[in-house]
């Protein structure tokens, strides 16, 4: 991480994991440690969301793109803006699979939070046959260009994004530090041929098997801004050495 400008950011993806219990753990294993240098939030699964304290910073995993109505099983943004969460992450690999989100669905969603003025977590990656056919990069642009064509360029400014591989989720293979860079850089490079001060100022969290041993090394990385932790999220301890190496 180089830019003054870009304030690192942990988020803890739960998944469909957690009980109760884990929303006080967490809380008090990082409410100890002082993490003025960086921002972490925790997106557990919606009904969790209400127990948190207000310091807090929450997010969700998924949201819905339609403002309300009849959505059987969905929860809209101004629900969400209600009990205080601030991010959503959107296009998470296991949701465009699972609930076969398009990119056009994936950038209906971003637009939506977006316009309520939450942050959108932005997850693209590719799965690892794209990447052993050598077209990664196109297949991550065309996941960033479906959503620049729906909000433009300018709404990057309000957004983070998320670089996760597929092959690298919940897998405990994660990309080394150059992968991930390599990826980064090219997605600011992408961004930069429309708007370079977005592109500067955007942050781009790694997310696949980050755990406590190798987030210093991922995020030393100079295009890495943090991360998005599934897994590791779940174990306070290992959560927070994870902030703490954004922290540095
Ligand atoms: P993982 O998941 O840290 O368990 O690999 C990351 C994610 O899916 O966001």
Known sequence: MTSSTRRPLVAGNWKMNG?????????????????SNMDWVICPPAP?????????????????????????????VSMLKEFGCGYAIIGHSERREDNFESDEIVAQKVAKVLEAKLTPIL???????????????????????AVLDLVGISAFANLVLAYEPIWAIGTGKTASPEQAQEVHAFIREHLAKQDSNVAVGIVILYGG?????????????????GGLIGGASLNPEDFLSICLAANQ
């Open 123 to 145: 997850c693209v990656g590719e799965p690892e046959s794209v990447r052993e056919a050598g077209t990664l990069f196109d297949y991550i642009a065309a996941q960033l260009n």
């Open 48 to 76: 969790y969301l209400g127990l948190f304290s207000s310091s807090t910073k929450l997010g969700v995993q998924n949201v819905s793109q339609f403002d309300s109505g009849a959505h059987t099983g969905e929860v809209s």
């Open 19 to 35: 009980d109760k219990s884990l929303v006080e753990k967490i809380e008090s294993q990082l409410n100890q440690a002082k993490l």
């Open 209 to 225: 098997s980050v755990k406590g041993s190798n987030a210093k090394e991922l995020f030393s990385q100079a295009d890495v801004d």
